[in-house]
């Protein structure tokens, strides 16, 4: 799915200087925009009406063997932009300006439970997190003109954020994320749910989490097939 996005002010200047910067050295070839960041462009291209509360800006990383493609340091290219990296105590490294915070996550393989993962093609780290294949495995471009961004569809983010919620340590984490779903709910479209929710192999566990989301937003269950 490859969309024009005709405004341009959806973004403020920093988010938009960091997307182009990303676009340039192909990061989003593979790799996407993901989190809350999302929701302006569903906005404007689904009309999925969201009032943006964070300052937060997370990515997506598809792992790549190192050996396949040229390397290309993300990390000297944010920093470029103002960024000031930061250490975290489980390894990960963030990126903080003005208040913003920048964080990529990996798909985490079944069994494996690393606190971080380094991904040496963009010389970045990543939280692994399960289930963010789901996300990368159904993108839409929005195509900005000079540049382009890789998301996922609202119906992946709708089903990753009903797993992930109930995964959240935090209530207010956790509401914000079943506040999203509520919202996309309005707008979602039945035949790529459907797509979505098919490719997903997930356990009995998963399952009554799944619906615990649904019971939370009054969501029909049955709409996933459950």
């Known amino acids: ?28 070839e593979e790799s996407m925009l993901i989190g809350s960041w999302v929701m302006p462009l569903y906005q404007e291209v689904f009309g999925i009406n969201y009032t943006l509360r964070t300052l937060d800006i ?53 069994g494996r439970y690393d606190d971080v993962v380094s991904v040496r093609r963009w010389n970045i780290t990543a939280s692994p997190l399960p289930f963010v294949d789901l996300l990368l495995s159904f993108p839409f471009i929005a195509d900005f003109g000079d540049f382009e961004v890789r998301a996922p569809i609202p119906e992946a983010y709708f089903v990753h954020k009903m797993i992930m919620s109930q995964r959240r ?3 207010g984490k956790k509401d914000k994320d079943l506040e999203q779903c509520s919202i996309i ?14 490719t997903l192999k997930i356990s009995k566990k998963t399952q009554k989490v799944i619906r615990a989301s649904c019971e939370a937003i009054d969501f029909p269950p049955q709409k996933l097939g459950l």
């Open 1 to 28: 799915m490859h969309i024009t996005v005709k405004n341009k002010d959806i973004f403020p200047v920093e988010v938009w200087e960091l997307l182009q910067a990303l676009h340039s050295v192909g990061f989003f």
């Open 58 to 110: 997370d990515f997506a990383v598809k792992f790549i063997h190192p050996g396949r493609d040229r390397k290309v340091d993300i990390e000297k290219l944010i920093i470029d932009l103002g960024y000031i990296p930061v250490i975290m105590q489980s390894g990960i490294r963030r990126f903080t300006r003005e208040n913003f915070t920048i964080e990529f996550v990996i798909h985490r393989k079944g």
């Open 169 to 171: 340590r935090g209530e």
């Open 185 to 198: 709910a309005r707008k979602i479209d039945p035949d790529r749910l459907k797509a979505v929710f098919e």
